[in-house]
């Protein structure tokens, strides 16, 4: 007989409080998971360094060199949160494509707002 013990998994794995969590558990801990990493900025230089090299078929993806620290990537994501807001969701990258690579931004993060 197998017997397994998954008890000490569960001790950390977060649990929705709020109803509207219920049923949705990637957005739960995609929220759960994206403000441990921003509270802890340590665990960010991984990311911020694969976002810096990823590239396809030579052209930069994700960021540019105006991206250089994990402050300045936090920055550019809120500014680039609040003009997105100011969007209808359906606007096509390429009409904001511009103002996206004057903060630091590149192609990669969706085709739309």
């Not at 397994?4 to 794995?13: G, I, K, R, T, W």
């Not at 801990?29 to 665990?43: M, P, Q, T, Y």
Request: glycine residues 6%; contains cysteine.
């Amino acid at each position: 007989v197998l017997e397994l013990d998954f008890e000490p998994f569960n001790a950390s794995f977060p649990r929705p409080t709020l109803s509207k969590y219920i049923g949705n558990g990637v957005e739960f801990l995609n929220r759960h998971l994206s403000a441990k990493l921003f509270h802890d900025k340590e665990s960010l230089h991984p990311l911020l360094a694969f976002l810096k090299v990823h590239c396809h078929k030579g052209k930069n993806m994700m960021l540019n060199d105006r991206i250089r620290n994990l402050d300045s990537l936090q920055y550019v994501l809120r500014k680039a949160e609040e003009f997105l807001s100011t969007l209808e969701p359906d606007t096509p990258y390429s009409q904001f494509e511009h103002k996206f690579q004057e903060i630091g931004l590149e192609r990669g993060w969706g085709d739309t707002a």
